[in-house]
């Protein structure tokens, strides 16, 4: 039991999970005001959503790939979502399915473009992420999207037994989910094995592009699921849901062990990762310092990020 923690600890995980905890204590001893039961429910809702987006980022990077448009294809399903319920008199439960299922579709667009035409996912999903957002501007003309029904909005706004967070409760039910696929399913397999060594998995007849296909859908799916829940927090539509996303699910991705070179991580890690980047971004807002603070703090996280995973994969090949 010592053994397995201390080598728990050893992981870019474990040490990142060390840093949050003491980043939480250090902001409760200068402000007193982190451990509150108001500011852990606001922090927690808050954390979900990066989480939530970094589950998407992951799978990508577990194939090899990397995908810059989730945070637009969040943004276009929210705008669908609330443009079927406002404007088209929608049930809203049904809107949620149909954007949910628009989120997988268009995942599914970047798999074809990059399976289909052996083109680079970086270049295919930067492509789409302009598309997507885009087409938001064009639809509302950035004019935010109000009258959201009640009955929705109670899933981003409200809490279970008043305690936990709905977001919070979709997020762990969403993790739960994503572990017992990766490690329990063919499809899971599969992910581990094409990002790992793509050749090898084509050779024991994986077919890597119908892998690839299920995952950027995945991908999408999650996405406009996190979209989705924004607008049901804010009881609004606005332009900039997920506008600032790509880069924190990456780095929560990365900071919790995923490798960019596919084939090594987890939702595990991605959860703390997605943690460490709430707790920086509360944790300026409860220190008082500018929020310009928080885009800076944020560059530095991700390079750090980086070197962590470039350091992990040297030491891997020595």
């Given at each position: 039991?010592?053994?397995?923690?201390?080598?728990?600890?050893?992981?870019?995980?474990?040490?990142?999970?060390?840093?949050?905890?003491?980043?939480?204590?250090?902001v409760q001893i200068l402000t007193g005001h982190f451990y509150?039961?108001?500011?852990?429910?606001?922090?927690?809702?808050?954390?979900?959503?990066?989480?939530?987006?970094?589950?998407?980022?992951?799978?990508?990077?577990?194939?090899?790939?990397?995908?810059?448009?989730?945070?637009?294809?969040?943004?276009?399903?929210?705008?669908i979502f609330a443009m079927l319920t406002t404007v088209g008199g929608v049930n809203p439960f049904l809107a949620i399915v149909i954007a949910l299922a628009a989120g997988a579709v268009l995942g599914a667009i970047n798999g074809i473009f990059i399976c289909s035409l052996n083109l680079t996912p970086f270049i295919v999903t930067l492509a789409t992420s302009a598309l997507y957002k885009g087409i938001i501007y064009v639809a509302t003309k950035g004019i935010p999207l109000t009258g959201i029904p009640a009955s929705?909005?109670?899933?981003?706004?409200?809490?279970?037994?008043?305690?936990?967070?709905?977001?919070?409760?979709?997020?762990?039910?969403?993790?739960?989910?994503?572990?017992?696929?990766?490690?329990?399913?063919?499809?899971?397999?599969?992910?581990?094995?094409?990002?790992?060594?793509?050749?090898?998995?084509?050779?024991?007849?994986?077919?890597?592009s119908k892998t690839k296909m299920g995952v950027y859908a995945l991908t999408g799916f999650i996405s406009s699921l996190a979209g989705v829940l924004m607008v049901l927090r804010l009881a609004s539509s606005q332009v900039n849901i997920g506008e600032n996303w790509a880069m924190p699910s990456i780095t929560a991705a990365v900071l919790g062990?995923?490798?960019?070179?596919?084939?090594?991580?987890?939702?595990?890690?991605?959860?703390?990762?997605?943690?460490?980047?709430?707790?920086?971004?509360?944790?300026?807002?409860?220190?008082?310092?500018?929020?310009?603070?928080?885009?800076?703090?944020?560059?530095?996280?991700?390079?750090?990020?980086?070197?962590?995973?470039?350091?992990?994969?040297?030491?891997?090949?020595?």
């Open positions: 039991m010592k053994n397995k923690l201390l080598n728990s600890i050893k992981t870019t995980a474990g040490a990142v999970f060390i840093v949050t905890i003491l980043m939480t204590i250090v509150t039961a108001y500011n852990l429910s606001t922090f927690i809702r808050s954390a979900s959503f990066t989480i939530i987006i970094g589950f998407a980022q992951t799978l990508v990077l577990l194939l090899g790939g990397i995908d810059l448009s989730v945070a637009s294809i969040a943004g276009l399903c929210s705008m929705v909005t109670v899933i981003g706004q409200g809490s279970l037994f008043g305690v936990v967070p709905y977001p919070a409760v979709i997020m762990l039910v969403l993790a739960v989910v994503l572990m017992y696929m990766l490690r329990y399913t063919s499809f899971g397999r599969h992910i581990y094995a094409v990002g790992g060594n793509e050749s090898a998995a084509r050779i024991v007849g994986i077919q890597s062990g995923t490798s960019m070179n596919g084939g090594i991580g987890g939702i595990g890690g991605t959860i703390i990762g997605g943690l460490l980047m709430s707790v920086i971004s509360f944790s300026i807002s409860l220190l008082g310092i500018s929020s310009y603070w928080d885009q800076i703090v944020t560059g530095i996280v991700v390079l750090i990020a980086v070197s962590i995973d470039a350091i992990r994969r040297r030491n891997s090949k020595a």
